[in-house]
């Protein structure tokens, strides 16, 4: 259990700056979750805390001590990593108690911590084996039970689910959830699957070329993402963009398939609103106050339906989601509508200008 | 496109082994057949394609009568002591060059690597005089030192790609375990590299055992000497030329490297093909 501070942390390869100034308190015990898409940054800040990679600017703080000059296994940290790396030439006892052994543990308190962590995690029954006999997800529960033997006070997790295919994943993200609870130690995980983020983390870290986007609660980054590219990194399937035209009168714009009313007073020009596929319905043609498209392309997931529907006069397809079985006929012409309250503004430079404020449609 | 399964295909085939066959292994089949003539049958005009009266008498005379243990004992240190000299330089060369950055990296490893492009006998020229002022002319050390030439530059080469494809996880992990830099390099990537290992000192061994021109020039106590000019400076001299002697002692020379590599050629193999394929 540990408090982490980093404050005006960068990171750079040779000229290239990968990180480029992070400031982020993660607090004692808290589950924090670093997405952002490939390259953002997020697996090399990973490796700065693991104490892998040395910080080029910026201060880090384990519970109030700087930690940046620390080697890794002094900080009190153990790190899980994506491709698990265990120790090929070593039995599965030997990989989790390898740490241990480093530090000069007597070997009697080894095996009991060892066996402790292995009963808790079900591989007990295979300490003796190399890690090539087990299975996918039993290595990955060896890389766990390796950090969990350290008894670290940070918990490190690089991508752990991704090398796991669909059922095992959800599988061991309840394993970890339910460790998570078990031991309240603060833990950091890097990923890029979203659900894994929403599910697990107590703050959500969305990065985006080597800068923070937004820091927050899963449900705060939902409902009030701080700029267009949080919006449309949180959820799934993405939050829709419809551009909007010049303005009118009253804080009319012109958009595909008709007109919205946008709040007036606000903070700069509006230039773009988002609506989740969530939030917007299918509604008769004759309906006042509907945007005006044809459906293009429908998914059937049995829980959902995705519609696809490309508004007249423009080549972006929006993507409304309708619950269940839906029997929506491709190319029939249709109504487009959301609940205003449910409506982003976002200005030319991407900032969010307006959450959750009333976004009326106009008739087409 | 060319039918690799038809009967042209495969009778084209077969001639070009057989032909093939016949330069590798005819030397070695007369080689074991004169090994096994009496002297008589040996130096008939018309040579016998197989012995008519196979005796073990050049095979007994080697071992009694001539210096062939000592020649063996020599060559077993020497290209032993250089095969363990090689595979402990080009481990730490080799892992070096691919797990650490640092200026001069490539240079100084392309510069090792061109060693090789030169002809040993030319290196042997400078190499005479080094030895000649350190003292170490006519010594088994510096048989040793300078049989490093043969095998260092390609050991370590094969040893860098190696360990360019052990993945870089895994020495973090160990890192993040708190192993020093040293301690991954013993416990975590030599113990997982045997196969490559194994290889690297076979190969070196191989490339001393053969050495002829080296232990010629550097070796000139007959004490000292090991087994390619022994066996040249017995049985085929200015005065004498005993044929049968000659090869069953050739054959006798060449059982330890045939022998290890019919032990060891799985790590052998698997050594070789690791660059490849994955």
Redesign the interface.
């Known amino acids: 259990m540990a408090k982490l501070e980093l404050s005006g942390i960068r990171k750079s390869f040779g000229a290239t700056e990968v990180l480029k100034g992070i400031d982020l308190t993660v607090e004692h015990g808290e589950f924090v979750a670093f997405v952002g898409p490939s390259g953002c940054g997020k697996s090399t800040l990973l ?1 700065l805390i ?3 990679d040395e910080i080029t600017a910026g201060q880090m703080a384990i519970d109030g001590e700087l930690v940046n000059d620390v ?4 900080r009190g ?3 899980v ?3 698990y ?5 070593m039995s599965v006892g030997d990989n989790m108690g ?2 241990l052994r ?2 000069g543990t007597p070997r009697e308190e080894i095996r009991a911590r060892v066996e402790k962590a292995a009963k808790v995690l079900r591989i007990d029954s295979y300490l003796d084996r190399k890690p090539r006999q087990l299975s996918g997800g039993q290595r990955q529960r060896v890389a766990i039970g ?1 950090a969990i033997v ?1 008894e670290p006070r940070i918990f490190l997790f690089d991508e752990p689910l991704s090398n796991l295919d669909a059922s095992l994943r959800v599988e061991m993200r309840i394993e970890i959830a339910r460790m998570k609870d078990r031991l309240g130690t603060t833990m950091v995980y890097v990923t890029h699957d979203q659900i894994e983020a929403m599910t697990l983390a107590d703050k959500i870290v969305v990065l985006n070329a080597g800068r923070v986007e937004q820091v927050g609660s899963p449900l705060a980054l939902y409902n009030t993402p701080q700029n267009r590219f949080v919006a449309g990194f949180i959820g799934s399937p993405r939050m829709n963009f419809m551009r909007l035209g010049a303005p009118g009168q009253g804080g009319r714009y012109a958009v595909a398939g008709g007109s919205v009313l946008v709040p007036q007073g606000l903070a700069a020009t509006p230039a773009e609103i988002g609506v989740r596929p969530e939030h917007l319905e299918l509604v008769p043609l004759d309906r006042p106050h509907a945007l005006e498209g044809v459906v293009t392309m429908t998914e059937h997931l049995g829980s959902d339906t995705y519609a696809y529907v490309t508004l007249e006069g423009s080549e972006d397809m929006l993507v409304v989601r309708l619950s269940g079985e839906n029997a929506v006929r491709r190319n029939a012409r249709t109504g487009v509508a959301f609940d205003p309250e449910m409506a982003h503004v976002f200005g030319a430079d991407g900032r969010t200008l307006a959450s959750a404020r009333p976004v009326a449609l106009e008739a087409a | 496109m060319f039918d690799l399964s038809s009967t042209t295909a495969k009778v084209v085939f077969g001639l070009a082994l057989l032909f093939i066959g016949f330069f590798l292994f005819f030397p070695l089949y007369w080689l074991v057949i004169s090994s096994l003539k009496g002297n008589a049958e040996l130096y008939q005009i018309i040579p016998t394609p197989a012995p008519v009266m196979p005796t073990l008498e050049h095979f007994a005379n080697a071992i009694t009568r001539g210096k062939l243990p000592m020649y063996l004992t020599n060559s077993l240190i020497t290209s032993g002591a250089s095969a363990l000299l090689v595979t402990v330089l080009a481990l730490y060369a080799g892992y070096s060059f691919a797990k650490y950055r640092y200026f001069g990296r490539q240079p100084v490893m392309l510069f090792m690597l061109s060693a090789q492009m030169f002809p040993f006998g030319l290196l042997l020229i400078s190499i005479y005089p080094m030895m000649s002022s350190l003292n170490l002319l006519d010594t088994q050390l510096g048989l040793i030192l300078s049989y490093i030439v043969f095998a260092l530059p390609v050991s370590t080469y094969m040893l860098y790609s190696y360990f360019a494809q052990v ?1 870089d ?2 020495i ?8 020093s830099d040293l ?1 991954i390099f013993h416990t ?1 990537v030599i ?2 590299s045997i196969p490559p290992i194994v290889t690297v000192f076979l190969y070196s061994f191989m490339w001393s055992w053969n050495d002829l021109l080296y232990s010629m020039t550097l070796i000139v106590s007959d004490s000292k000497r090991t087994i390619g000019p022994g066996l040249l400076l017995t049985y085929l001299n200015e005065v004498n030329s005993d044929w049968g002697g000659a090869m069953a002692a050739s054959l006798m020379a060449s059982a330890p490297i045939v022998i290890a590599f019919m032990f060891l050629q799985r790590f052998f193999i698997q050594g070789v093909t690791a660059g490849a394929v994955k």
């Open positions: 490796r693991c104490g892998l080697p890794p296994a002094k940290i153990a790190m990593f994506q491709s790396a265990l120790y090929p030439h390898y740490a480093l530090a390796r350290r | 993945p996880e895994l973090d992990a160990a890192r993040a375990d708190g192993a301690r975590i113990p997982i």
